[in-house]
């Protein structure tokens, strides 16, 4: 792996915490929902994979041209960079680190579509 700069990179702030414990936009529409989801390590925002029906977290990348994202799932760590499409490292981020362990993935649970595995990417 990539090692990512620390803190001082402008990609990465290590104060800013996520922006809610689920993707954003897909909490915004009434059948939204995700896979798995990513948050953005300069900003907070809290995306959906690109496993997910929306992507979300890429199309923040697009729109924000934030490039580095961790998971935001119970125990990983990872990070990745859309712009130099590499997994990479970086300092711990704000907490929490993860959405709530009892949130399903995918997940909301009450979103979820029985045929959810023939609709992920």
Request: aromatic share 8%.
């Amino acid at each position: 792996m990539s090692e990512t700069p620390g803190p001082e990179n402008s990609s990465i702030d290590v104060t800013v915490k996520p922006s809610g414990a689920g993707c954003v936009e897909c909490l915004a529409e009434p059948d939204g929902w995700w896979v798995h989801l990513r948050r953005c390590a300069q900003c907070g925002h809290v995306g959906c994979c690109d496993s997910s029906p929306a992507q979300h977290a890429t199309a923040h990348f697009r729109e924000s041209g934030h490039p580095v994202v961790q998971s935001f799932e119970p125990g990983e760590d990872w990070f990745w960079d859309y712009a130099s499409e590499t997994a990479a490292r970086g300092p711990r981020l704000a907490d929490p680190q993860s959405h709530p362990g009892d949130q399903t993935a995918p997940g909301p649970a009450d979103r979820v579509p029985e045929d959810w595995r023939d609709r992920i990417h």
